[in-house]
C-alpha cells in the first residue's frame, strides 16, 4: 500500500464549492441550495461522471484508510467523518483581523487546518476551503488613525504580510481568501433578510441582533442569555432590548470609513461578516467550519444565530477549534501584550522548525511556548533534512547508472516492508483519529529515518550487487514514504534538502551569536590545540560551542559542525507588556525528538480537558 503524493500546488478548480464555475453564490440561491449536489442539471455530462468517480475514489479511499473521525465542538464528542455532498469537502476557517504582524496564535489555527485541508485531500476528497481576511475592524480603524493611514490600505498591507507568513510556513493557499469590503452587498442582503423575519431591529442607524428570539442561543458554547448582567462585559446601551444583544450593522461615526446601506451609511458588524462570507461560497449548509477555541464564544455562537435567522435550515456538520498558545502558560495574544509574532520567531528559527513545534502538540490542547521546544524542533528538523540529503547522496551514484534492461530489480528487503507498514498503518491510524500528528512525528516516523541512516551505513560495506541492489531499492521505496508523509504533514519545502540545512546552519550562527567565518576560525584553533596535544584546550573549546547550539564533528582527520540543542539553558526573555509591567518566558521541560508523546483524547469518551462548555 502506497500513500497518495499529497499536492503541493493549488489547484484552481476548487476555487469554489461545488461548481468550479460559480463566482459566488447569491444569498437567495444558496438558501435553496442551487447547484449544491453533484447530481443537479446544472452540471454536464462529464462532471457528473467526475463526481461519480470522486465517490467511488473517496469510498476506496476510506475503505483503504479506515473511518476519519473529528472532534465536534458542537457535540463534545468524535465523530465519523461524512459529507454534505459524496467526495466534495466544504470547509470555512475564520481568518485574522488585518492590522498587526500576526502572531503564533494565528499560526497555530493556519497550521492546524492545512494539515486539516492536506489530510482531507490525501483522503481523496475535493475540498474548497474558504478563509476569510476581516479587513473593516474597529481595531484597524484605531490603529489607521494613530498611524495616518487609510484603514483598507493599512489592512490590505497586513493581507499581504500574512501570506508572506502562510507561505514560510508551507501553509497552501485556501480556495477562496474572501475580504469584508469585497462583500458588502451579501453582508447588507443577509442583515435585511433577518430584519426581515424579525430577528434584528434598527435603532439610529445601528442594527442589532435580538438573541432573545434564537431558541438555541448557547448551543454551541453553553452560553445561557441569564447569564449576562447588564455592564458586566460591556458597557451598557439603552437602546438594546436585551444585553447580549449584538450589532449587525453599525453606524458611520466621524473619521471611520463607512457603506451606504438601508439604515444609513455605516459599516458591518463583525459577526456577520462570516455568515455571510460562507454562506457566499459554501450555501447555508456546509461541512466544516473551524478557528480557534477562542472564537466559541461569542463569534461562532452570534454566527450560528445569525444565519438561522437568515434561513432556518442552515447547518454546519462539524465545529472543529485549535487550542490556545500559551506564554509562561498564559494564554498568548495581542490584547494581553504577551505575544511573539511569527516574524520575530522565523528571524531565528527556520519556518518549518516553527511548524514542527506547532504540531508537536494535539491540535486541541493548550501549546506552550518556550525556547526548549523550538530548539527541540530545529533540531528535528535538521536531522530529517540532513537523513533526507545523505540519502539522495548516497544513492545518486547508484541511480545515474541505473540498471540492465533485462535486470529485475529485487523486492525490498523484510526490514523495509516492515518499516514501510509500520509507518503506513499508524499514519492511517493516528490522522484518522483526529489528526494526531504528535504520535506521527515521535512514532514509525522516526522509526523509519533511523531505519535509513541504519541501511546508508550497510550500503558503504561490501557486498553482492543482488544485495546491494535490494538494499538501494529498499532505501527508495522507504524514502518515497517518508516524503510522502513529510508532505501531508506540510514538513516539506520547495528548496532542496541542502538549502534548507544550510539555512538551518543559518539560523543557528545567528542564534549563538556567531558567523561562519567565527566557526571555521574556531576549527582550526582547535584543530592545532589538538595537534599540540592541549586536549583540554580542545574540549573547552568543543562545549563552548555546544553550549552555544554549535555541535563539532571529528570525522577523521576532518571537522565538521551541525546545530545542535544548545548545552546550557537559554537566557528567558522578557516581554514587555507596558511601561509599567513585564512578564519573563521561563525555560521550559519538552519532549526530545526520541520521545514519545502521549496521544489527547480530549472529549467525553476520554474525559478530556479539552471540552468547550
Not at 536 to 544: L, N
Amino acid at each position: 500500500m502506497s500513500l497518495a503524493s499529497p499536492s503541493l500546488v493549488h489547484d484552481s478548480s476548487y476555487d469554489t464549492y461545488p461548481h468550479p464555475n460559480t463566482h459566488c453564490l447569491g444569498l437567495k440561491s444558496a438558501a435553496k441550495g442551487v447547484m449544491f449536489g453533484c447530481d443537479m442539471a446544472l452540471i454536464t455530462r462529464g462532471e457528473a461522471r467526475l463526481c461519480k468517480q470522486q465517490r467511488a475514489g473517496v469510498a476506496m479511499a476510506e475503505e483503504e484508510h479506515g473511518e476519519f473521525r473529528i472532534y465536534n465542538s458542537m457535540t463534545q464528542q468524535k465523530e465519523t467523518f461524512k459529507t454534505k455532498v459524496p467526495g466534495k469537502v466544504s470547509m470555512y476557517v475564520c481568518g485574522v483581523t488585518a492590522y498587526d504582524f500576526s502572531h503564533l496564535g494565528h499560526a497555530r489555527a493556519a497550521v492546524s487546518f492545512d494539515i486539516l485541508f492536506r489530510y482531507l485531500k490525501h483522503l481523496g476528497y475535493e475540498v474548497t476551503y474558504v478563509r476569510n481576511f476581516t479587513d473593516v475592524d474597529d481595531k484597524i480603524i484605531k490603529r489607521a488613525n494613530e498611524s495616518g493611514e487609510d484603514p483598507l490600505m493599512l489592512s490590505n498591507r497586513y493581507c499581504d504580510e500574512y501570506n508572506v507568513d502562510m507561505a514560510d510556513l508551507q501553509c497552501e493557499t485556501p480556495s477562496k481568501e474572501p475580504r469584508v469590503s469585497e462583500h458588502l452587498s451579501e453582508i447588507k442582503d443577509m442583515i435585511t433578510q433577518i430584519i426581515n423575519k424579525g430577528y434584528a431591529y434598527e435603532v439610529d442607524g445601528d442594527v442589532f441582533y435580538a438573541v432573545d428570539k434564537c431558541p438555541n442561543y448557547g448551543m454551541l458554547s453553553g452560553h445561557r442569555l441569564e447569564h449576562d448582567r447588564a455592564g458586566e462585559r460591556v458597557a451598557v446601551d439603552s437602546r438594546k432590548r436585551h444585553p447580549a444583544d449584538f450589532a449587525l450593522w453599525k453606524a458611520a461615526k466621524p473619521g471611520e470609513p463607512s457603506w451606504d446601506s438601508p439604515w444609513g451609511p455605516g459599516r458591518p458588524g463583525w459577526h456577520i461578516e462570516c455568515s455571510a462570507m460562507s454562506a457566499c461560497y459554501l450555501t447555508h449548509k456546509f461541512d466544516i467550519h473551524g478557528g480557534g477555541i477562542d472564537l466559541i464564544f461569542p463569534h461562532h455562537e452570534n454566527e450560528i444565530a445569525q444565519s438561522w435567522a437568515a434561513d432556518h435550515e442552515s447547518h454546519v456538520s462539524y465545529w472543529m477549534h485549535n487550542g490556545h498558545v500559551t506564554n509562561n502558560n498564559e494564554k498568548m495574544s495581542k490584547s494581553l501584550g504577551n505575544f511573539f509574532t511569527i516574524r520575530q520567531i522565523t528571524e531565528r528559527y527556520h519556518p518549518l522548525a516553527l511548524r514542527h513545534f506547532l504540531i508537536t502538540a494535539h491540535y486541541r490542547s493548550p501549546l506552550n511556548y518556550s525556547f526548549s521546544q523550538l530548539e527541540n524542533s530545529s533540531d528535528a528538523i535538521y536531522y530529517i533534512f540532513q537523513t533526507l540529503q545523505d540519502c539522495k547522496d548516497a544513492l545518486s551514484p547508484f541511480l545515474q547508472g541505473g540498471t540492465g534492461k533485462d535486470e529485475k530489480l529485487p523486492q525490498i528487503n523484510e526490514s523495509a516492508k516492515e518499516c514501510i507498514k509500520k509507518l503506513n498503518v499508524e499514519f492511517q491510524t493516528k490522522m484518522s483519529d483526529d489528526l494526531q500528528t504528535p504520535v506521527i512525528l515521535t512514532g514509525a516516523l522516526l522509526e523509519a529515518l533511523k531505519f535509513v541512516n541504519s541501511s546508508l551505513k550497510m550500503l558503504k560495506k561490501k557486498m553482492q550487487k543482488r544485495a546491494q541492489l535490494q538494499l538501494i531499492q529498499s532505501l527508495l521505496e522507504v524514502e518515497k514514504e517518508v516524503g510522502q508523509v513529510l508532505g501531508v504533514l506540510g514538513l516539506l519545502s520547495s528548496n532542496s534538502y541542502a538549502e534548507v540545512l544550510q539555512q538551518l546552519k543559518d539560523k543557528a550562527l545567528k542564534r549563538a551569536g556567531l558567523a561562519e567565518d567565527d566557526v571555521v576560525r574556531l576549527i582550526e584553533e582547535r584543530t592545532q590545540a589538538r595537534i599540540n596535544k592541549d586536549f583540554a584546550k580542545s574540549d573547552k573549546m568543543r562545549a563552548d560551542l555546544a553550549a552555544k547550539g554549535i555541535a563539532l564533528m571529528d570525522v577523521g582527520s576532518e571537522i565538521t559542525w551541525r546545530p545542535c540543542i544548545p548545552s546550557e539553558p537559554l537566557v528567558a526573555e522578557v516581554v514587555q507588556r507596558d511601561q509599567s509591567a513585564s512578564t519573563v518566558e521561563e525555560k521550559q521541560s519538552a519532549p526530545s525528538v526520541n520521545q514519545k508523546v502521549e496521544e489527547i483524547p480530549g472529549d467525553r469518551e476520554g474525559n478530556g480537558p479539552h471540552t468547550t462548555k
